[in-house]
C-alpha cells in the first residue's frame, strides 16, 4: 500500500484504529479492552459480564478524576464503541443466545498491538532476526530447486557441516548461545507468538465478510441458480486456497499433531527455565503459548463452520420462498376454478385439450433394428413357354 496524502487521509477518516488513537477516552478503551480481551486470550464475553468489568473500572477511574471524568454508563459506552463509526468492538449474537456477546474487532487489535509497541524495551535484539531472514531465504531457494543433483549437493553440504559440529564437540569444544543471544531470541519468539493470536481474528473477519457479499448477492440474483451456485461455491473454494486460507490450513495441521504438542511443551518448559529468559521476567501465559493458539484456532475453525451452515440455511430459505411463490399461483388457479364451479359456461367444449395426460415414448420401447431383405433383380428375359395351364 502507498502511504501518499491522500491514502493516509482516507485511513484517518475511515479505519477505525486510527480512530481509536484519536478518541478523547482512547486511554480508557485501549486499556479496558487489552486487559479484558487480549491480556487473558479471551475471543468473547456476553454482554452482563462486560458491562459489570466495565462499571468496576469506570468507578475507579472517577475516584482517581473525580465523577465527571466519564459522565455515561458502561452500557452506554459499550453501546458508543459498537456503532459503525468506532468500530472497536463487535456486537452479535451466538446461536441458542438471546443475550448479545462482544468481541474485539482486528483493527482494535492492530491499534493496542501498536501501542504496546511504543513502550521503552529493555533489549533490542537484531541478531536473532537476522539469522530468520537468512533462515527463511535458504528455506525459499532449497524449497524452489527443481534439480535433484543441487539438492542432493545442499544436503551432502550439511551433512558436512553436522558431522563437523560432531567432531568439535567430541573433542571438548561444546559452543553454546550467552545470554544476550538467548534473550534476543526468547523476544522474537514472545512478538511472533502473540502476533499469531491477532491473526485469527483478522482471518474471521474475512471469512464474515465473505459470507456477507454472498448473501447479498443471492438476495439481489436474478439470473439462472446453477450460475449463482457455481460462483458462490468457487469464491468460497478461492479463499479456502488463497495463500492465507492455505497458510493457516499448515498452520492448524501443524500444531494439531500430537507429536508437535508435546515438542512444543518440552521446548517452553525448557526455555522459561534458562536463567537469561528468567531475568527477562517474561508473561508467564507465554508458556502456554500453544493452547491459546488452539483455543483461538478452534474458534476461528467454529466460525467458519456455523457461516457455512448459515450460507446453506440462507441458500434453503431462498428456495422456500421460490417455491412458495409456485404454490401461490395453484392455489389462486384453484380458487378460479371453484369460483367458476357455480357458473360453468353453456358451451360444454369451453377448453380444448391435446391429451389428458403426456406423451411418454421411452427409449427401451422401441423395437430392435432388424435387417430389411433386399430383392436381387436379374437382367435375364423370361422364354414363353408353350405349355398350358389348366384354368380349373
Avoid: C
Amino acid at each position: 500500500m502507498s502511504l501518499d496524502y491522500a491514502t493516509l487521509e482516507s485511513l484517518r477518516r475511515s479505519h477505525p484504529a486510527w480512530r481509536l488513537l484519536l478518541a478523547d477516552h482512547a486511554p480508557l478503551v485501549a486499556s479496558f479492552l487489552h486487559r479484558v480481551f487480549v491480556l487473558p486470550n479471551v475471543r468473547m464475553m456476553a454482554q452482563a459480564e462486560l458491562i459489570s468489568k466495565l462499571e468496576d473500572e469506570l468507578f475507579h477511574l472517577r475516584e482517581l478524576q473525580g465523577d465527571g471524568a466519564f459522565p455515561k454508563s458502561a452500557a452506554a459506552y459499550l453501546d458508543d464503541w459498537t456503532q459503525e463509526a468506532r468500530g472497536w468492538l463487535r456486537k452479535y449474537y451466538p446461536p441458542g443466545s438471546d443475550e448479545a456477546h462482544f468481541d474485539l474487532t482486528p483493527s482494535t487489535e492492530k491499534a493496542i498491538a501498536w501501542l504496546d509497541s511504543l513502550t521503552q524495551r529493555s533489549f533490542v535484539g537484531t541478531e536473532s532476526r537476522l539469522m530468520t531472514v537468512f533462515e527463511l531465504l535458504r528455506q525459499m531457494v532449497e524449497g524452489s530447486e527443481t534439480d535433484p543433483d543441487a539438492r542432493i549437493r545442499e544436503l551432502e553440504k550439511r551433512k558436512a557441516e553436522i558431522d563437523a559440529e560432531i567432531a568439535r564437540i567430541r573433542d571438548g569444544k561444546l559452543a553454546v548461545l550467552d545470554e544476550t543471544a538467548l534473550k534476543d531470541r526468547f523476544q522474537q519468539v514472545s512478538a511472533t507468538a502473540r502476533d499469531l493470536l491477532s491473526d485469527f481474528r483478522e482471518v474471521e473477519q474475512n471469512f464474515r465478510l465473505l459470507d456477507r457479499n454472498t448473501r447479498e448477492r443471492i438476495a439481489l440474483w436474478d439470473g439462472a441458480k446453477g450460475k449463482l451456485l457455481e460462483s458462490i461455491f468457487g469464491e468460497r473454494d478461492a479463499i479456502a486456497d488463497s495463500d492465507q486460507g492455505k497458510s493457516f490450513r499448515a498452520f492448524w495441521d501443524f500444531l494439531m499433531s500430537p507429536d508437535r504438542q508435546e515438542e512444543l511443551s518440552a521446548l517452553l518448559k525448557a526455555v522459561f527455565e534458562l536463567q537469561a529468559v528468567r531475568a527477562l521476567e517474561p508473561d508467564a501465559r507465554l508458556k502456554r503459548v500453544h493452547y491459546d493458539w488452539l483455543e483461538a484456532g478452534e474458534h476461528t475453525q467454529r466460525t467458519v463452520s456455523l457461516l457455512s451452515q448459515q450460507l446453506r440455511r440462507f441458500l434453503d430459505d431462498q428456495v422456500w420462498l421460490e417455491n412458495r411463490r409456485i404454490m401461490e399461483i395453484i392455489h389462486h388457479i384453484e380458487a378460479r376454478a371453484l369460483s367458476l364451479r357455480e357458473d360453468m359456461p353453456k358451451d360444454a367444449a369451453f377448453m380444448e385439450m391435446d391429451d389428458v395426460a403426456p406423451g411418454i415414448e421411452l427409449p427401451m420401447e422401441r423395437p430392435l433394428f432388424s435387417v430389411l431383405t433386399k430383392p436381387v433383380l436379374t437382367d435375364r428375359i423370361a422364354e414363353e413357354d408353350d405349355a398350358h395351364v389348366a384354368a380349373d
